[in-house]
Nanobody, 122 residues
Framework: QLVESGGKLVQAGDSLRLSCTAS????????MGWFRQAPGKEREFVAA????????DYPESVKGRFTISRDTSKNTLYLQMNNLLPEDTAVYYC?????????????????WGQGTQVTVSS
């Protein structure tokens, strides 16, 4: 089970760190990712990290502002979000893949959290 936390209402330009903790399994042998979904829109890829943490990937919309990382000792995945924009407003989901390499599409993930709301006011 994956549980996200850290979402809240912030202002444009603020920073926020999301966490995703796995309660019933280790994240060590999974590629992990973050996705987001705004009202009326499809789920969108935000960031991904390979199982060992050596590879990461981001879409252009967040590249240079968001950073994905993992702490295997805490069994936790993070998403550091800087310089937040109103268009970053969405429910953010973490996901785990049965594969070891990065996946940028939702179909590549097998386990999902329930999501945490991030709202960025202008």
């Amino acid at each position: 089970q994956l549980v996200e936390s850290g979402g809240k209402l912030v202002q444009a330009g603020d920073s926020l760190r999301l966490s995703c903790t796995a309660s019933t399994q280790s994240i060590n042998n999974h590629a992990m990712g973050w996705f987001r979904q705004a009202p009326g829109k499809e789920r969108e890829f935000v960031a991904a990290i390979s199982w060992f943490g050596e590879d990461t990937d981001y879409p252009e919309s967040v590249k240079g502002r968001f950073t994905i990382s993992r702490d295997t000792s805490k069994n936790t995945l993070y998403l550091q979000m800087n310089n937040l924009l109103p268009e970053d407003t969405a429910v953010y989901y973490c996901a785990a893949s049965a594969r070891l390499s990065i996946a940028t599409m939702a179909i590549g993930y097998d386990y999902w959290g329930q999501g945490t709301q991030v709202t960025v006011s202008s």
